[in-house]
């Protein structure tokens, strides 16, 4: 799986990995790279940390709600099967 094509289809539309910050841009790839090579971290784990280090480095400001939201969906693209029984736990 190539990883910026798989986060650039997470961005919304006319958004390209070259418009995000360089720091957002690592953070992503890092995060995604993470994803499709450990799979036996939790995906929300994964997230959680590199939600954190954009907080590092932006605070609590929009970027690591990105981070997260990306994140999120890499993680539901890359590994469907770890949510596949989420909404019937939530009913």
Do not use: C
Not at 2 to 31: C, F, H, M, N, Q
């Amino acid at each position: 799986m190539k990883i910026d094509p798989a986060i650039e289809r997470r961005l919304v539309s006319r958004w390209t990995l070259s418009r995000l910050d360089a720091t957002a841009r690592a953070i992503l790839r890092s995060g995604a790279y993470e994803l499709i090579q450990h799979p036996s971290t939790p995906a929300a784990v994964i997230a959680d940390q590199y939600v954190e280090i954009a907080k590092g480095f932006f605070g609590e400001g929009d970027e690591p709600k990105f981070i997260n939201a990306a994140l999120d969906g890499l993680a539901r693209d890359i590994r469907a099967d770890e949510f596949a029984g989420e909404s019937a736990r939530r009913t």
